[in-house]
């Protein structure tokens, strides 16, 4: 469990490691950077997660439940909002339904917390969820970077869940002004650290209004950048930290 400097969230937590890169979203993960550090540093979890290859480090496509994490919520009393997998992706297609389940014991046995599940597979998410049990503290979302991706809202739809959001970032084009009836919340940043990719400040425009249309929670989390906190995250003037009429 790690204390979380993004916006959205209160801590991250990772009972599984390692992923595998799937779209352009993933070109500059920041996972991959930090699981080789982590690995450098000797932490068992994250040996053999990633290698380095074009002079970056990259995901292997090895990916594991890590037990020794699982018990850790537990020990929060004061309810939390949590990210789950921050360094990984609960619904990645070498975990199977039975780890998944596990996590989501977890998550079930503690109501106090709410659980903020975030995805690129957006199919698996449809079919594995209508096979567990239906959480109203467990939010499930998925990651959209680009036109390409926005056939994940659909699946999105379709996925067993009370809340549910996308995380438009890295935000590295235009994805216009999308349907987004029947989602719960949008978040909005662009891409940071080395190598990042721009991101116009019309493309947030867009998903600002769409989200107006729809009548949605609207979280601008950055405008990224090598130096994003130089950068900020003020739009319009103020900063946007809207959250699902759920948590009130």
């Known amino acids: 469990m790690t204390t979380s400097?993004?916006?959205?969230?209160?801590?991250?937590?990772?009972?599984?490691?390692?992923?595998?890169?799937?779209?352009?979203?993933?070109?500059?993960?920041?996972?991959?950077?930090?699981?080789?550090?982590?690995?450098?540093?000797?932490?068992?979890?994250?040996?053999?997660?990633?290698?380095?290859?074009?002079g970056k480090h990259k995901w292997t496509g090895e990916i594991r439940l890590d037990q020794s994490s699982l018990h850790i919520p537990y020990s929060w009393k004061a309810p939390r909002m949590v990210f789950v997998n921050s360094m990984s992706d609960l619904f990645h297609e070498k975990l199977t339904i039975s780890e998944i389940s596990s996590?989501?014991?977890?998550?079930?046995?503690?109501?106090?917390?709410?659980?903020?599940?975030?995805?690129?597979?957006?199919?698996?998410?449809?079919?594995?969820?209508k096979e567990l049990p239906l959480l109203k503290n467990v939010w499930l979302g998925v990651s959209i970077e680009s036109k390409t991706q926005l056939k994940r809202i659909e699946n999105l739809r379709k996925a067993n869940s009370f809340v549910r959001f996308i995380s438009f970032e890295p935000l590295i084009e235009s994805v216009g002004e999308p349907d987004l009836k029947g989602i719960d919340?949008?978040?909005?940043?662009?891409?940071?650290?080395?190598?990042?990719r721009p991101m116009s400040k019309n493309w947030v425009e867009e998903l600002?209004?769409?989200?107006?249309?729809?009548?949605?929670?609207f979280h601008f989390k950055q405008w990224g950048g090598p130096q994003k906190k130089r950068n900020g995250r003020i739009l319009h003037g103020r900063t946007y930290d809207e959250f699902p009429q759920a948590v009130v």
């Open 5 to 54: 400097g993004i916006e959205w969230t209160d801590v991250t937590w990772n009972p599984t490691a390692g992923c595998s890169i799937l779209t352009e979203g993933c070109t500059n993960c920041y996972a991959m950077r930090m699981a080789a550090r982590l690995e450098a540093m000797g932490v068992e979890k994250y040996a053999g997660l990633t290698r380095k290859t074009g």
């Open 103 to 129: 996590v989501w014991k977890v998550m079930s046995d503690l109501p106090q917390h709410t659980f903020q599940v975030l995805t690129k597979r957006d199919e698996r998410l449809r079919d594995v969820t």
């Open 208 to 217: 600002y209004r769409a989200s107006r249309k729809s009548d949605l929670a």
């Open 185 to 196: 919340w949008a978040i909005v940043g662009g891409e940071s650290g080395p190598n990042s």
